[in-house]
């Protein structure tokens, strides 16, 4: 049976070390001190590591079950989400106007990791509800909010999204459910909703959709859609339950992964639903919680990446295996362990460096998240609009090459039920393509974020890299060497890319879109550069205290060595790829395939 234990020094020293958080001047992080961040990840850990991840073997073998339109979920998940409500974890970064504790983005993004390492398909049903509170605190009424608000940010009540249907998922231009106005200002939605995480279930009292859908007569394609709120019960004016809105499971999907979460079809038949916002601007309403919800989708990706790498390990220290080649370091036993091999341990180092620069990455695209929104920074939200599809695109293509790799590390006791790393794989395989498939994050990267407000961000980035270079360079030949040098290189192969999509993408636009994958990969890849080299500074720095943890910060640097060694190089492909331009994507006509 696999274990879990919360990263909870590495997230320390994220936080502390290399944001250095309580001096950022973002309100509300001055409270984070390292007391304050310890107490509040050590008591999420214990929920992660002895309630959480014990469940995340039986909710993957028992499923969620239909019955006569109820959905029960796996044995135990009932009790956790009871003690997840009890201790308070839903509410962390929600408004204290509704129940919240109003904790920065970035606290609740640093438990969230532990959450989803320990039981993705549990700690979704909260983050689905949290995605519905966010969308109603940022777009409805304030009548709305005081009716659904508190009981999700308490998640006595659950929250859903409803976009795709059986007919689309990517082009939402063409969804048929239709929302009809009615005298009293409500619309009666009508139509079937697919593969809806959460959707029905039996740890809420009340679940409230949000839902997609068009107004007849308006405009066509996404310019028409509108968003509501359809409540599972009715709520009376006292906040009591009142009738039961025409909404019901019509079935559960059979899937690879995430067993444990109830991925539904929801059928609307003209069940009473409220507007959300405008008219005909549901989109734009959706769209403004994309930077959170995408980077969950990342987090998540990477999340069980690091569970994965976690087992390995503690599978390659104990199995013995061969010998070390350079002569034997376990002589009296029959075999070394498997950690003697340098190809084993290519893998874990992978593995580790993949892992931490991806916490590292994301925290930091939680804390720009947070100086958007707390600071009204606008500098701040352009870097994190143009950040977020490579954050949610590289970062779950990482994960789950990772958990593939920890895998791999067991040999074929990775293939077996027994180790568990067969079932990070699958779980983590669905984040590559919900919120959003991976192709279409890096669309959006080159077609979309590339060219905001005049490419502003792009450059706002590359000066970033540039600053911290200039800032660092000359104190320490072996740190350039090993650090500036190759993420200067690797920073310029990216800027060469988006000037090869300048050149050519205006004339043909299949010329940048054939290599956006590539370029979103080559942009992930310069962000973990930065990300190793800011660790490096700040584990360097770190070595000189009272009472330094020497063994991890010395592992911290060179971890990030071999980053920049083995895995920042791959930027040289990516952009050969991307300069190969269009002609070889394209050459076959259809029937050629
Ligand atoms: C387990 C699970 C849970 C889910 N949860 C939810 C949920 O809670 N709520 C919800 O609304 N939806 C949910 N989804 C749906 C999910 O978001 C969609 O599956 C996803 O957005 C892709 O849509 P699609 O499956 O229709 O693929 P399609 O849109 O049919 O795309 C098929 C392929 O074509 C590519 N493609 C499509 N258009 C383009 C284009 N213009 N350019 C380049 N490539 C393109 C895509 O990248 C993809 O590889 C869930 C799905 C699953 C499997």
């Known amino acids: 049976m696999p274990s879990y ?25 001055d409270e984070l001190d390292r007391d304050t961040t310890a107490a509040i990840l050590d008591e999420a850990a214990k929920l992660a590591e002895n309630v959480l991840a014990p469940l995340n073997p039986v909710g993957d073998a028992q499923g969620c079950t239909l019955e006569n339109g109820v959905v029960r979920t796996p044995d135990g998940f009932l009790d956790a989400f009871n003690q997840m409500r009890e201790g308070g974890w839903p509410a962390l970064d929600c408004d204290p106007e509704y129940g919240g504790q109003g904790l920065p983005y970035l606290v609740s993004t640093a438990v969230g990791e532990m959450f989803s390492s320990a039981n993705m398909a549990f700690n979704m049903y909260q983050g689905l509800t949290h995605g519905a509170y966010n969308a109603i605190h940022a777009h409805g009424s304030d009548e709305q909010k005081a009716t659904y608000l508190p009981k999700m940010v308490s998640c006595e009540w659950g929250g859903t999204m409803n976009l795709t249907e059986p007919h689309c998922g990517t082009d939402l231009g063409l969804i048929k459910t239709k929302a009809e106005p009615q005298e009293d200002g409500t619309y009666k939605i009508t139509g079937s909703k697919i593969w809806i995480s959460a959707g029905e279930h039996d740890m809420v009292d009340n679940i409230i959709h949000l839902v997609l859908a068009k107004i007849p007569g308006g405009p066509e394609g996404v310019k028409g859609i509108s968003l509501f709120i359809v409540p599972k ?52 309403a959706m769209f403004t919680m ?31 295996q061969g010998r070390d080649v350079t002569g034997a370091k376990n002589p009296e ?92 794989v699958r779980d983590a395989r669905i984040t590559m393509i919900y919120e959003g498939t991976n192709g279409i994050q890096s669309l959006d990267l080159v077609g979309r974020k590339l060219a905001q407000d005049g490419g502003k961000h792009v450059m706002a980035f590359f000066d970033m890299v ?128």
């Open 466 to 593: 540039k600053r911290f270079i200039a800032e660092h360079k000359g104190q320490d030949e072996a740190f350039d060497a090993q650090f500036l040098e190759p993420l200067k290189a690797a920073s310029k192969d990216l800027q060469q890319a988006g000037m090869f999509f300048m050149q050519n993408g205006m004339k043909n636009p299949n010329e940048a879109l054939s290599g956006s994958y590539d370029f979103m990969h080559l942009f992930g890849h310069v962000c973990l550069g930065l990300m190793w080299a800011r660790m490096a500074v700040a584990a360097k720095a770190a070595l000189d205290g009272d009472g330094a943890d020497r063994a991890f910060l010395n592992a911290k640097i060179a971890t990030g060595r071999y980053y920049m060694a083995r895995q920042l190089p791959a930027t040289r492909t990516h952009l050969a790829r991307i300069e190969s331009g269009a002609e070889t994507v394209m050459a076959l006509d259809v029937e050629s395939f």
């Open 233 to 284: 019960f009715m709520v009376n004016q006292d906040g009591s339950l009142g009738d039961r809105n025409a909404v019901t499971c019509g079935g559960l999907e059979h899937k690879m992964g995430i067993h444990g979460n109830a991925t539904c079809v929801m059928n609307y038949d003209g069940a009473t639903g409220f507007l959300v916002g405008e008219a005909h601007k549901g989109m734009r």
């Open 333 to 424: 036993g029959p075999a070394d362990s498997i950690m003697v091999h340098p190809d084993v341990r290519r893998n874990l180092m992978d593995q580790k460096a993949l892992t931490e620069g991806a916490r590292a990455f994301v925290f930091w695209g939680a804390s720009l998240i947070d100086q958007a929104h707390r600071s009204g920074d606008k500098d701040a939200e352009g870097v994190i609009s143009l950040l977020t599809p490579v954050i949610k695109g590289f970062l779950t293509d990482k994960g789950f090459e990772t958990a593939v790799l920890a895998q791999q590390t067991l040999g074929g006791s990775g293939f077996t039920r027994e180790w568990g790393l067969e079932q990070f």
């Open 5 to 29: 234990t919360a990263p909870v020094k590495d997230m320390q020293f994220v936080l502390h070390d290399v944001l250095d958080v309580s001096s950022t001047g973002i309100p509300g992080y």
């Open 290 to 320: 994309m930077n959170e919800a995408r980077l969950g989708v990342g987090l998540q990706g990477y999340a069980q990446g690091a569970v994965a790498y976690q087992n390995a390990l503690g599978f390659a220290k104990d199995r013995l």
